[in-house]
């Protein structure tokens, strides 16, 4: 009995350890640490990445953010850690999963991110999601920017297309086009190289009539 | 487009060319100027800006280049040519047949161009006319080749010294953007000063819902002898879709040396207009990450007046990493930062923790901005 219970507490020391990352041994009042171990333990026994949140306390220290501000931004970070987990299931890496919760942070949908998984498969989804949190940072609309991104994902987009979109937005709101049009248009342009099977309307933009003149000039309101 | 307004500019004198003797004039601006955009720092270029007028009783030609070097390195070259051929008037009618070539290139090798043909039919007298016309061309901004119209109708009108133009122009450049640009010009002319100003909105039919944008601006020109002036000038001008040149502000204060003063007003307006011109992007990024080998990246930054910069992010653990200056304005720093999405703080000065121009930026949960950094 007496050798399970120090095998115990020799376990639970482990533990202890493990909770504790290095970068972050001295630098929190014993009040935080204790939180920020509860918070690390808790990811690790969910299965969730834990070097997000370890980066958050250092970002938040470095920047002298309360203690309170620093655990509330840990615990809003474990939550969309954990919805993204569950909506790209148990098995999907920790970098899709890291990808998924900046993603969910930035207004997308948990089913944008199944959606999203369901057509890239093993292709990696980090990314497309990343590239879905630059775009709606940049200021493209949050349906437009996950409808381009499904619409990418059906059409076979490599990694490279997609940080090539990212690239073309950024260039083309630098040059003053609105952010969700910059997205459309530079999606039309990657469909159209990179597909020859027509998928449908071209993303973030409503279907036409085919009748409809390419270069109809609009009438004057 | 502000293409679009040195158009209806010139369009003053080019209906009735039979009535201005043939003339060529040539000139060349010196001078320097303070430009602003939105999401990057301002830049000051200098410029040498030779143009050439030529009229003709049934033609124009009018041809400008723009060489600028800016400060901290980097430099563009741009240029214009339109040219106009008029079939004999009828009445009070004639048709113009016109056209312009524009082009871009910089020190980095980035091109842009852009030739539109636009036709026009005229209407009017010496004091007031309108005229109707359309165009039809394509864009290279760079990156893509984009098909680019527009229909235009406008008026002008006379009195004294002044010459006003107004007009509206349905523009469509590539297959998703449509706009329509209504702009007005002035132009008075008194003795050894000339004064201009011109201001403009656009309005957008697709993407729908996108929110107007204003123009505005004026210029000076005040000549010292007849082949002397000095011009200054300021406001702002839209973005240039077909080329890729961002919206910006600027302040602009030339030397003009001319062959002669142009003898009509409308002659200078031209000159005066190459001002207004959009100039093509800030060559060198404001802030740039490059690939040096493997995962040691070098991190560049344009900051003019810094006294000390410095960057930090994840790929740091958050420890302030300062860069070391590196010529005049630019700081550099040879970095470790793995391939993927990182998130990224910098500051100047040991001011606050910002983020680096042109890149997105996200809430820190800490009450401040970070930004995200895509690395290849």
Redesign the interface.
């Known amino acids: 009995m007496r050798h399970f219970l120090l095998f115990g507490l020799a376990l639970a020391s482990a533990g202890a350890l493990q909770a504790q990352d290095p970068r972050l041994e001295g630098r929190l009042d014993p009040t935080t640490q204790a939180a920020v171990t509860g918070l690390l333990d808790s990811a690790r026994a969910a299965g969730l990445p834990t070097e997000p949140i370890v980066d958050k306390v250092l970002e938040g220290m470095t920047k002298r953010a309360s203690p309170d501000r620093i655990v509330a931004a840990l615990r809003t970070l474990s939550t969309a850690l954990r919805s993204a987990r569950v909506a790209l299931g148990p098995g999907a890496p920790e970098g899709d999963v890291i990808a998924g919760a900046s993603a969910l942070r930035a207004g997308a949908k948990p089913e944008t991110l199944e959606r999203i998984s369901g057509v890239r498969g093993k292709a990696g989804l980090s990314v497309p999601l990343a590239v879905l949190s630059d775009l709606v940072a940049r200021g493209v609309p949050v349906d437009t920017a996950a409808t381009v991104i499904v619409h990418l994902a059906q059409g076979g987009a490599t990694d490279a297309d997609y940080t090539g979109l990212e690239r073309g937005v950024a260039r083309d709101i630098g040059a003053g086009a609105p952010p969700g049009a910059a997205a459309a248009i530079r999606a039309r342009v990657a469909v159209t190289e990179g597909q020859s099977n027509g998928n449908g309307p071209p993303p973030g933009i409503p279907p036409k009539s085919p009748k409809e003149p390419r270069a109809k000039i609009p009438a004057r309101p | 487009m502000p293409r679009r307004l040195c158009f209806a500019v010139i369009a003053i004198v080019l209906p009735f060319p039979v009535q201005a003797a043939a003339q060529t004039v040539g000139s060349i601006d010196a001078g320097v100027t303070r430009i602003g955009?939105?999401?990057?720092p301002g830049i000051t270029a200098y410029s040498l800006s030779p143009a050439l007028q030529l009229f003709r009783p049934n033609a124009s030609l009018l041809a400008n280049g723009i060489f600028s070097y800016f400060n901290g390195g980097g430099w563009t070259l741009q240029g214009t040519t339109a040219g106009s051929v008029f079939v004999p008037r009828w009445s009070h009618v004639q048709v113009e047949l016109g056209g312009s070539l524009s082009g871009s290139v910089d020190g980095d090798g980035n091109k842009t161009a852009d030739f539109l043909a636009q036709p026009r039919i005229h209407w009017g007298g010496a004091r007031r006319g309108l005229w109707l016309g359309g165009g039809l061309g394509r864009g290279w901004?760079g990156?893509?080749w984009q098909?680019v119209?527009l229909?235009e109708a406008a008026g002008w009108a006379r009195l004294k010294d002044l010459t006003m133009v107004v007009g509206?122009s349905?523009n469509?450049v590539?297959?998703?953007?449509?706009y329509?640009d209504a702009q007005a010009t002035a132009r008075l002319v008194h003795g050894r000063l000339e004064l201009g100003a011109y201001g403009g909105v656009r309005?957008?039919?697709?993407?729908d819902g996108?929110g107007a944008?204003g123009w505005g601006g004026a210029t000076a020109a005040y000549w010292l002898n007849r082949r002397l002036a000095i011009v200054a000038a300021g406001g702002s001008y839209?973005?240039?879709?077909a080329q890729?040149?961002?919206?910006a502000s600027y302040l602009a204060l030339t030397v003009r040396i001319a062959t002669r003063r142009p003898p009509t007003p409308s002659g200078v307006e031209a000159q005066e207009y190459r001002l207004l011109q959009p100039l093509a992007?800030p060559l060198v990024p404001a802030f740039r990450v490059t690939t040096i080998s493997g995962a040691t990246r070098l991190v560049r930054l344009r900051a003019p007046g810094a006294g000390s910069v410095e960057i930090?992010g994840?790929f740091t653990?958050?420890?302030?990493v300062p860069l070391q200056k590196s010529g005049r304005d630019e700081w550099k720093a040879a970095i470790p930062i793995p391939s993927?999405?990182h998130?990224i703080n910098l500051r100047v000065n040991q001011g606050p923790?910002g983020v680096p121009p042109?890149m997105?930026?996200?809430d820190?949960?800490?009450?401040?901005v970070?930004g995200?950094l895509?690395v290849?």
């Open positions: 955009y939105t999401d990057l901004d990156t893509t098909t119209g229909v509206a349905p469509w590539g297959p998703d953007l449509r329509v309005s957008w039919f697709e993407p996108t944008t839209p973005a240039d879709f890729g040149f961002p919206a992007r930090m994840d653990d958050w420890e302030p993927g999405t998130r923790w042109g997105p930026v996200l820190d949960d800490f009450g401040g970070v995200v895509v290849e």
